[in-house]
């Protein structure tokens, strides 16, 4: 039972680092306007125009190199780094990433379907033929893996900062500006605290089933920091959501940081080789 939920979990992270940059407006300014920050900092008046800064200079890099961090109840501590394109329905990662007590697992998304390539002690989890190395994973599929995917398929877009600013803009509130220096960089740190109920009232918060995972975990406000660089580039998020059956119960809240570095690199990410890959 473990292992699968270290499975299900894993592949959960994997496809909350996949973003879909493009689709995405927010309403503001994408100036400095607003009062508080330190000297030479662009000032902000709200979440929605922190969100049109950080679009407006997102918009043009097509590409990032991640790292995830997420602390997720009954399955540990999971560990990822990779590379994130952002091409609206092409959008595309590829990740390794570690599972506690397991090893790790490989991951590529490429035209909304998943191949895993999954560590020998959870062999036979993924139902693909032991002869392939990876497996295929359509997720809107029917098999049990499949299923037990549904729950974090549509979390695929968290890690874009955009799409993750757009749904706190109006329910968000700015705590705290300052300056800070991260892992050798400058940075411009924004702490908000989120009101939940105002989320789902004027967002939705995403599915019925993301919504009444929130009512029934009693989560009143959510916290929500992101760090910026001298260009106005996200480097680190750190956040807390609620996720329902992410292992195999009820609701989890799920604490979630993300760091990103090399905005507009080439990536070059492609399926397997298909003589690799079986299905699931």
Known sequence: MRSRTLLVAGIGAALITLAGCGGTNISGSAGPQGAGGAPGVPRIASVADLGALVQHNASGKTAAHIQLAMTIPGAGAITAAGDMKFAGAQSAEQMTMTLPGMGDMQTV?????????????????????????????????????????????????????????????????????????????????????????????????????????????????????IWVNSDNLPVKITTTIAVPGMTGGGASQVAMTVTYSNWGESVNIQAPPADQVGSN
């Open 109 to 225: 998304m490429v035209d909304k379907v998943v191949y895993l390539k999954i560590p020998s002690s959870l062999a036979g989890l993924a139902g693909g033929p032991s002869a392939k190395p990876w497996t295929k994973i359509d997720l809107t599929g029917s098999s049990a893996l499949a299923k037990s995917l549904g729950s974090t398929a549509n979390l695929a877009d968290q890690a874009d900062p955009t799409q993750l600013i757009n749904q706190i803009a109006k329910s968000g509130t700015i705590t705290s500006v300052r300056s800070e220096t991260l892992n050798g960089v400058a940075t411009t740190h924004y702490a908000i605290t989120v009101d939940v109920q105002k989320m789902i009232a004027t967002t939705g918060a995403g599915s019925a089933a993301e919504q009444q995972a929130l009512s029934g975990l009693g989560v009143k406000t959510l916290p929500f920091d």
